[in-house]
Each structure stands twice: as C-alpha cells, then as structure tokens.
C-alpha cells in the first residue's frame, strides 16, 4: 500500500504568521492563518481538511460497506463537521459530525442506517481519529 505525505510550513509566531500546506500529489496547495483556523480568515486550516478526509473517506467505506451487504449504491455524498474546542490544556477536536446521503436501490431506511452506522467504525479514517471523544452519522436515504 502507498503511503501518502503532505508538507506545511509556518512563518513568524502563532497569531500574526502564516503559512502554507501542500500535499504530495499536487493537488491541494493552499494559504493558513491563526485567522482561518481560530476565527474566519481566508484560507484553510487543518481541521478543513480533516473533513474533507473524514468524508471522503467514510464515503467510500459506505459503498464497500452497502457492496458487501449486496447492495449497489448509485451514490453516496457525506459532509464532515470538525468541531473544534477550546479546553483548559488547549484546544483540540473533540467532535465529528458526518451527514451523508445515499441513492441505493432496494434497500430500507433502517437497513441503511445500519451499515452507515456500521461503516462509521470501519472508516480508517475514522479509526485514525479514534481519540476524538464523539463521531456522529446522520444517514438519509434519497
């Protein structure tokens, strides 16, 4: 399996610097600031692109998940929210919320709920962030 490897880089102290991310494979490069991560800045920030990780991630584990269980979806679309907490040691994530939908013939409601739930946990994605204290799914079947 390939291992995958993105690169930041920060200048000057935490609040009046910035910086930039990039991943390996060139397809996201991009601007951070203690503006875009603490408060609404332009940019991005590292828990955007948690999200953007999470859902695609859990995305994919649905469908094997929905295949395993002899179902084909025609789609599975997830939004992921990061939610980021101030603590007394510091901050840290301490929720994910993922929204996803899904056209799947043949299959009810409470069953797809059920392997979205499942798929939750087998997500590895998910399993990479197992010290968040709280992963939700909230599955709808379109």
Not at 20 to 32: D, H, I, L, R, V
Not at 49 to 59: D, E, T, V, W, Y
């Amino acid at each position: 399996m390939p291992t995958r490897s993105a690169n930041a880089q920060w200048n000057g102290g935490l609040q009046d610097g910035n910086g930039t991310m990039k991943m390996a494979s060139g397809a996201y490069e991009g601007p951070y600031s203690f503006k875009s991560r603490f408060e609404e800045g332009d940019g991005t920030n590292p828990e955007e692109l948690i999200a953007a990780a999470h859902a695609g991630c859990f995305s994919m584990a649905f469908s094997a998940a929905l295949g395993k269980e002899g179902f084909n979806p025609e789609s599975v679309k997830t939004a992921a929210k990061v939610h980021l907490t101030k603590q007394d040691a510091g901050f840290a994530i301490t929720k994910i919320d993922l929204v996803t939908e899904g056209k799947v013939p043949n299959i009810d409601e409470a069953k797809f709920k059920e392997i979205a739930e499942a798929a939750k946990g087998g997500c590895p994605v998910s399993k990479a962030l197992g010290g968040v204290h709280e992963i939700t799914v909230d599955a709808k079947l379109v």
